[in-house]
């Protein structure tokens, strides 16, 4: 009976020594579960030891019982100190792939800025509010009728060759003039209730060819006032301020000119602000800049709105906000506006509110 003790000692032996190579071969938690099962668990191979105890003489059976606690409380030990060393590795890898580098410096983040022309605007509508004009939006696709028809361009009159229009149907176009903001207001002005002053800011369209000086899309700022007893000298101090705000400059002259919706109708030019007067490039050598067009309400395009030309009338002006921040800025090519070249664009950052 002896022998069988001995076989069953040197099983558990063998057991011992393929235990703890599993146990220090593990790479994961549940190969240790895995391990443990199999070794402890109810089928797992200490107990099968436990259940050929009946082959032992009753004598030997507190040996071999003795051999396999203390087996079992060897491999707990193992399974429980390889536990701990995996999550230690755990941790460490962790620690080792979120490493942060404190002195490593900040990534700046891309900052945006307001464009240029939106500054110029933001500018003059807040100067105008300030005098009293509210701000209007027209639509962008506008209707013959209110881009021209009621601004005193009928069908086939010369004038409309001097906007060279993209039409989207026999009514619909690209406004080419902020111009049409004028009748949608008036005809919704009651002009018993007060005074009608308004500004305009939107983008317009022509069909030109795309150069330096040209650009197919581009900015206007349209004005109206409206009212009674509404002079050119009203008109001629507006624009002096429109010319001092934008520019500094406080020299400036009122030259005649055409525009259907205006009579008169005269263009503003003011003293070179870069020369002086004496003439350089930016004057073109003449000292003089022309800056806007405007004039005194045509009656027709009050009368087509339903106001009585004889009791009210008033003044207008349209200033192109592209050549605005072109002459303020010294700006040498339009197509700069609209081609989204982050180093042009970043430059007028500090002239933001
Ligand atoms: N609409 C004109 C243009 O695009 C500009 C203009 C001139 C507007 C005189 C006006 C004005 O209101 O009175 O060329």
Redesign the pocket.
Known sequence: MSDELDKLLARLKEIQAEGSQEINQAVNKEKLNDIRVKFMGRKGKLTEILHSMKDVAPENRRTLGQQVNSLRDKFQASLDQANQDLTHKLIEQRLEEEKLDVTLPGREPLMGSKHVLRIMEDDLEKFFIGMGYQVVQGPEIETDHYCFEMMNLPKDHPARD??ATFWIDDEHLLR????GD?ARVLEKHDCSQGPLKMVGPGK?YRRDDDDATHSHQFM?M???VVDKHVTMGDLKGTLEMIAKHVFGSTETRLRPSY?P??EP?VEMDVRCFNCGGKGCPICKYEGWIEV????M?HPNVLENAGIDSNVYGG????V?LDRFAILKYSIDDIRDFYTNDIRFLTQFRQEED
């Open positions: 001097m906007q080419t003039q902020t111009s004028q317009v206007q349209e004005g109206l525009f919706f205006t109708s806007l067009g405007a004039g309400v003044f207008a002006f349209g192109g």
